[in-house]
């Protein structure tokens, strides 16, 4: 459930079997999130926010709505550019360095800027798109290079560096972006 609140804007609920008491945090879009017990009953829920406000706004930062609505919007722009660009470009190294892979994901997790499972589909970033090529090219090597080993051993980092030369330098660049949006 969402509802708007008159301080923090859109204030996103959800309520969990394995929540035990009511716990508060920042979504990605920096919306105010409510995790409760499965049947806290819609008025309960209110209560908590109102006895829990200045709390919230000592110690969580929730975004201006105006913000929230901002980063959406932006997150729907990158998500498109994503769409236009990511697949093809996956598709290209794979071919050109014969990788088969069953299908490519686009995701927009906070922590990970791709990843490759075991029934081969690769999970790409939509926040690549903010990072330079070469780095957006390295994590797509990266992880295409995971459809032959999936660990990080000798023998895989052998594999990402026979495709990119450079690989040590960008793997350490990534680190000062964040994949989150
Ligand atoms: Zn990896």
């Given at each position: 459930m969402i509802f708007n609140d008159s301080e923090f804007g859109e204030?996103?609920?959800r309520r969990s079997p394995l929540a035990r008491g009511v716990k508060f945090s920042i979504s990605t879009s920096g919306r105010l999130a409510m995790s409760v017990p499965?049947?806290?009953?819609?008025f309960l829920v209110k209560r908590f926010l109102n006895t829990n406000r200045k709390m919230i706004r000592e110690k969580l930062p929730v975004k201006d709505p105006n913000e929230q609505r901002a980063r959406d919007y932006q997150k729907k722009l990158l998500m498109k550019k994503a769409k236009e660009y990511l697949p093809y470009r996956l598709e290209y190294y794979a071919k050109l360095y014969g990788y088969k892979y069953e299908k490519c994901r686009l995701t927009h997790a906070n922590t990970r800027w791709g990843s490759c499972s075991s029934n081969k589909t690769i999970s790409l970033n939509i926040g690549l798109m903010k990072v330079p090529e070469p780095l957006r090219d390295y994590v797509i090597l990266h992880e295409?290079?995971?459809l032959n080993h999936m660990d990080h051993s000798k023998a895989f980092?052998?594999?990402v560096g026979s495709h990119d030369k450079n690989y040590k330098n960008h793997e350490k660049k990534l680190k000062l972006f964040s994949p989150g949006v």
């Open positions: 204030v996103i609920v499965k049947y806290t009953s819609d295409l290079a995971h980092w052998a594999e």
